[in-house]
């Protein structure tokens, strides 16, 4: 399966925006780019995803590189409760039913 | 909304002892999945169930076993729990179109589970 590689954290100012980056070298033609974030003792939560065109959402957008190698979560202005752990997964096409790997993805901490 | 729920959030065994880990979901989804997450690391997948009466291996099976009630119900049970089982468990959901690499996955709160 495809792997993604993302920094272990990452700061911010609230009120700023933030760029969650993502490498995917091996992503295949068929694979989504998700993006989902654990508040602190809470279960992770959908953000966003995408496969080949930047997407937007009323959360954040999602920039996809035009060779689909890589890309960035955009939080456009963070607040406190942003403060989160981010994972960047790729999920096959097809019927690769619920194999989602996630890494440890980037810790977010947002400054007041 | 509920959308996924998990019971006991919160669970203490003894080793050796059996318990079950209860997930129900309100979606109509069809597939169902359970993860463990330890401390400092992401989610790993346990077993899944892409349909209600079908259940399939994840990641890190060993030590569990499942049960498709129906589906709405999707059950993750520990025979004999050992300390190395002491994580947080999630139970997720998704419906799973036809394109199935688009489909999100909904998760419930977890539950934590100590093993002694």
């Known amino acids: 399966d495809a792997k993604t590689t993302q920094p272990n954290s990452m700061e911010s100012n609230e009120e700023e925006p933030v760029h969650l980056p993502c490498n995917h070298s091996t992503i295949s033609g068929t694979d989504y780019i998700h993006w989902y974030r654990q508040l602190p003792s809470q279960g992770p939560e959908y953000v966003i995803h995408g496969l080949t065109s930047n997407v937007n959402n009323r959360m954040a957008s999602l920039a996809i590189a035009e060779d689909r190698k890589s890309s960035t979560l955009i939080l456009h202005r963070a607040t406190l409760r942003d403060a989160a752990v981010y994972y960047c997964?790729?999920?096959?096409?097809?019927?690769?039913?619920?194999?989602?790997?996630f890494g440890q993805g980037t810790i977010l901490t947002v400054h007041p | 909304n509920a959308g996924v729920t998990q019971t006991p959030k919160f669970q203490v065994l003894k080793t050796g002892q059996s318990m079950t880990l209860q997930c129900a979901q309100d979606?109509?989804?069809?597939?169902m999945y359970w993860y463990r997450q330890d401390p400092g690391m992401g989610l790993r997948l346990i077993y899944y169930s892409a349909s209600e009466g079908t259940t399939d291996k994840g990641e890190v099976p060993n030590g569990y076993n499942v049960s498709r009630l129906n589906k709405r119900e999707f059950s993750l049970r520990l025979e004999s729990a050992a300390p190395s089982q002491t994580s947080v468990y999630f139970c997720?959901?998704?419906?799973?179109?036809?394109?199935?690499?688009?489909?999100?996955?909904?998760f419930g709160a977890g539950s934590r589970l100590t093993v002694l």
């Open positions: 997964i790729l999920r096959p096409g097809g019927t690769s039913y619920g194999k989602l790997t």
């Open positions: 979606m109509n989804h069809n597939s």
């Open positions: 997720a959901s998704s419906s799973e179109l036809r394109t199935s690499g688009a489909n999100v996955l909904t």
